[in-house]
């Protein structure tokens, strides 16, 4: 079965607001589609490797959860996909672009669609998946 996850990219994600943040925040409904690889809570920051390809190339990202709210050493608790700077770069990634990661037969790939300002379609309406937040959306094939 072949699942998609897709997410529109905002300044946030791309590093264009002034934060340190590392990576794009992936949602706790999409942590639980078991879409990414499983991650160990009782582990302080359980991480994994990811490795996407994209257009004939291959790029290696890692699914953490930061979690030192569980383990009483701080207050953070959520997952990130983090390393992308330089699949940003390379694919002249822009706010408004959706990044679409699929997992077919546990093979995992990334394409970028980049947005076009004249097209005023909604990129999740064509197959109806499931909206998760604004700018996550699930689907099953």
């Not at 291959?58 to 930061?66: A, D, K, P, R, W």
């Amino acid at each position: 079965m072949i699942q998609v996850v897709c997410k529109r990219l905002t300044k946030n994600d791309l590093g264009l607001t002034g934060g340190h943040q590392g990576g794009i925040c992936v949602p706790f409904k999409v942590a639980r589609l078991n879409f990414f690889p499983a991650l160990d809570p009782s582990e302080y920051n359980p991480r994994a490797d990811v490795v996407f390809d994209c257009k004939g190339k291959t790029f290696c990202f890692t699914y953490i959860h930061y979690n030192s709210r569980l383990h009483k050493t701080g207050t953070r608790n959520e997952y990130r996909l983090t390393g992308m700077s330089k699949f940003f770069k390379e694919y002249d990634c822009c706010e408004g672009d959706l990044l679409e990661f699929c997992l077919n037969e546990g093979r995992y790939s990334i394409d970028i669609k980049h947005r076009n300002i004249d097209d005023e379609k909604d990129v999740f309406d064509p197959d109806k998946p499931l909206i998760i937040r604004s700018d996550w959306a699930y689907k099953r094939g």
